[in-house]
């Protein structure tokens, strides 16, 4: 049975980076064909999809936020990172990280991390 960990700072500066880390057991990220993603929920507010990176390491990304979301993969640690630059008030969320198969919705989520934007 696959779980998935967010951790990473709860409070981070305005015009910083915001950096989080999943951490993955009971499967292996590099296993076909699974795709390992960055979900945000804001407080009052829906589910937004950030970005995936697949088993084969190519990366996707939401179009509103590619121009500072990176996502990247550490395979010996089984751990997949999320950076956000230039973050404002407005990416106060609860970030989730998710396993999902291919393009069906079937996701495997984490607890979630709270992250707040504050100065």
């Known amino acids: 049975q696959v779980q998935l960990q967010e951790s990473g700072p709860g409070l981070v500066k305005p015009s910083q980076t915001l950096s989080l880390t999943c951490t993955v057991s009971?499967?292996?990220?590099?296993?076909?064909?699974?795709?390992w993603n960055w979900i945000r929920q804001p407080p009052g507010k829906g589910l937004e999809w950030m970005g995936a990176?697949?088993?084969?390491?190519?990366?996707y990304y939401s179009p509103s936020l590619k121009s500072r979301t990176s996502i990247s993969r550490d395979t010996s640690k089984n751990q997949f990172t999320l950076q956000l630059s230039s973050v404002t008030p407005e990416d106060t969320a609860v970030y989730y990280c998710?396993?999902?198969?291919?393009?069906?919705?079937?996701?495997?989520w984490g607890q979630g991390t709270q992250v707040t934007v504050s100065s």
């Open positions: 998710a396993r999902v198969p291919g393009p069906v919705p079937s996701f495997s």
């Open positions: 009971g499967g292996s990220i590099t296993t076909n064909y699974y795709y």
């Open positions: 990176i697949a088993y084969s390491g190519s990366t």
